[in-house]
């Protein structure tokens, strides 16, 4: 596609509750980052990949949070044991390159309801 | 280390009237700084970034900002405000050895007829 897709668009679920949400990034972009949103605040770095390894995961807030890149392309962030305040809305973005050379395209986001 | 503060978390101004939005970083490496925009059910677009070269930077929709590394500041301006630039407003630090961006907590801009 043209941009950073993500699915699902809206997920509702139950406190305790696993979940899985994917990312397709743009054809071609190595680096690939998830952020979170949470209302009133602007987005939270949460990790990125270069190519299928984790490059930086310091902001994954507990082991609860997981995220997997396994052929380089699409992504899952993956969230155990799910907590009401993970409730925000789940942003990615993928780039060609380095901060210096190129620029984060970000997708539509998930927006995540845990009641 | 680094951070951002954004001053002024709601700013209303007249249509044709000056835009100024208020970014201040710290960065314990020479830092890049970014603006993006997020227009309601939209995702964030990048407007300009700062990337060591000029330290005044030039983005789209007429929108530019100035890298002063004395006051730590990357303020966002547009001579003259139009009603589809009502929007929230983000301005993002990175740098040093990750790519990760650190995001300010938003200004939403209101443009009044």
């Known amino acids: 596609g043209a941009g950073v897709s993500q699915t699902p668009s809206n997920k509702v679920t139950e406190k305790g509750k696993y979940v899985e949400l994917r990312c397709d990034p743009i054809?071609?972009?190595?680096?690939l980052y998830w952020y979170r949103q949470s209302l009133g605040q602007g987005p939270e770095f949460l990790i990125y990949f270069q190519g299928t390894g984790a490059a930086d995961d310091s902001g994954l807030p507990n082991d609860r949070f997981f995220a997997v890149r396994p052929e380089g392309s699409v992504s899952t962030l993956k969230i155990q044991r799910t907590e009401r305040g993970d409730s925000a809305v789940y942003l990615c973005?993928?780039?060609?390159?380095?901060?210096?050379?190129?620029?984060?395209?970000f997708g539509p986001g998930t927006r995540l309801t845990v009641l | 280390a680094q951070s951002v503060t954004q001053l002024g978390s709601h700013v209303s101004v007249s249509e044709g009237a000056l835009v100024l939005l208020r970014c201040n970083y710290s960065?314990?490496?020479?830092?890049?700084l970014f603006w993006y925009v997020q227009y309601p059910n939209q995702g964030l677009q990048l407007l300009l970034k700062y990337t060591s070269a000029a330290t005044l930077v030039k983005g789209i929709n007429g929108f530019e900002a100035e890298f002063k590394k004395s006051e730590t500041s990357f303020h966002l301006t547009k001579p003259s405000a139009h009603m589809s630039d009502a929007a929230e407003y983000f301005c993002a630090v990175g740098g040093g050895a990750t790519n990760k961006l650190i995001f300010g907590t938003g200004t939403l801009l209101a443009v009044q007829p």
């Open positions: 960065s314990s490496v020479p830092p890049y």
């Open positions: 973005a993928s780039s060609w390159g380095d901060l210096g050379d190129s620029e984060q395209f």
């Open positions: 054809s071609g972009h190595t680096a």
